[in-house]
């Protein structure tokens, strides 16, 4: 294992390049983590270090790192989580900019050249949010990643509010920026990267877009994020409520729906599925919300949910819903 002071390969000295440090979290990932440090070495981008914080691997990782010689810095201990190796990590990070990047996922398309061209191109940026998209298990293109608006004149911290959805891997942090946020909270478990993204918001820091795709994340049965959604979904409830005091309905409804699918696996009926669908988004907005009370009460009566996903965002009109309620009260009738 090299030591920081010992690492220098891929950190050669070149005022024209930008820095950065890109912070990898890793547990038992042998499966992928040579494609993933790969696709950070084979951009060979000069100004870039490779910090691969490991937590006590047991499956081959630790061999597959002594691999890499010094062109990476690692350490593998015992750690509390991915947030704690986040943390430990970037306080090792000596680059400008940060990033991280899970062992199982990718960077694409040359995203550190991408990104330092737009760095060039904004002086005062502070945080750069990309294009990504979802790879199975395999690393096969499965769809787009939904991506927050960062164009000039959209209200960045609103839009985490509303939405909220970047592709983590994709997004890129001055370590200024960084610091004045407060980093990483490694009292998080799933939402860390939320977390920090909405701090950074509200710290006001100035956001610009790539509109390239330059990260791959991977989904498949068990990541963190597939497995246990309900927990993630409570963290960045918890976040909206420390920091915008409210619950906005994108993620009301994406509990609800998620609460919804596994009482009702069984029901079928498309109109009788909506309107359970909307009875459990009611009621959880009420739960959520009941403690800032005129949102609550008028979000009670203008808020609806999406008829396909919180994400499609097609949402449920009063005068389709009053169908879907007349609809089910005949067909009971006529039972």
Request: hydrophobic letters at 40%; one cysteine or more.
């Amino acid at each position: 294992m090299s030591s920081p002071s010992e690492y220098q390969a891929l950190t050669l000295p070149d005022d024209l390049t930008i820095g950065f440090s890109v912070v990898m979290p890793s547990f038992n990932q042998a499966q992928f983590i040579s494609d993933s440090l790969d696709s950070i070495l084979n951009q060979n981008y000069n100004n870039v270090e490779i910090i691969v914080m490991d937590g006590g691997s047991t499956d081959g990782t630790i061999d597959i790192l002594k691999s890499y010689g010094n062109k990476i810095y690692w350490q593998s201990e015992k750690d509390n989580g991915q947030s704690d190796a986040l943390e430990k990590g970037f306080k090792l990070a000596t680059k400008e900019w940060y990033t991280w990047l899970n062992s199982d996922d990718l960077q694409t398309n040359n995203a550190l050249s991408n990104v330092a061209e737009v760095i060039k191109r904004n002086p005062g940026v502070q945080v750069i949010i990309g294009q990504g998209h979802y790879s199975d298990e395999a690393g096969k293109y499965l769809r787009p990643y939904p991506t927050i608006k960062v164009a000039p004149g959209d209200n960045v911290c609103y839009e985490l509010f509303a939405r909220g959805y970047v592709a983590q891997p994709s997004v890129y942090f001055h370590r200024d920026a960084y610091i004045l946020a407060g980093g990483i909270d490694s009292d998080k478990k799933f939402a860390m990267d939320y977390d920090l993204w909405v701090r950074l918001a509200r710290n006001k820091c100035k956001f610009v877009a790539l509109n390239e795709d330059i990260s791959a994340n991977r989904w498949y049965e068990t990541t963190k994020t597939a497995s246990q959604l309900l927990s993630l979904l409570a963290e960045v409830i918890s976040v909206q409520i420390k920091e915008y005091g409210r619950v906005a309905p994108y993620f009301v409804q994406a509990v609800s729906d998620y609460i919804f699918n596994k009482i009702h696996t069984k029901q079928r009926n498309p109109t009788h599925q909506l309107l359970y669908r909307i009875i459990y988004f009611k009621a959880l907005w009420i739960c959520l919300n009941i403690h800032k009370p005129f949102y609550c009460l008028c979000g009670l009566f203008t808020k609806n949910i999406a008829m396909t996903s919180p994400i499609i965002g097609d949402k449920l009109t009063l005068t389709r819903m009053f169908n879907y309620i007349i609809t089910a009260i005949k067909s009971k009738i006529l039972k």
